[in-house]
């Protein structure tokens, strides 16, 4: 099951996806990949994950360091897999 929440960052809404436990997407809305790969009966909902990238956001927006990112479930072919854990 998929779940999504709202985060209302300075630059524009986003999107947070998970699979309950990791944060398997984050978009902005209205971007050109918008919540790509998130189901139609993704539920809403408030998780600890969710939280806890709020405030990693929170953090990265007021200028500071946000610390250790969230817990994230990589997913892809293996180059894309390749390169996220490069970009992370």
């Known amino acids: 099951m ?10 524009g809404p986003m999107t947070m996806a998970s699979d309950g436990q990791a944060l398997t997407g984050l978009w902005f809305d209205g971007q050109k990949y918008d919540r ?29 360091d946000p610390g250790p990112l969230p817990p994230l479930l990589l997913t892809g072919s293996s180059f894309r897999k390749t390169v996220l854990q490069i970009l992370t």
């Open 2 to 11: 998929l779940y999504y929440s709202h985060y209302p960052s300075p630059l």
């Open 36 to 64: 790509a790969g998130l189901l139609e009966n993704a539920s809403e909902a408030e998780l600890a994950v969710f939280q806890q990238t709020a405030a990693w956001l929170d953090r990265y927006f007021e200028g500071t």
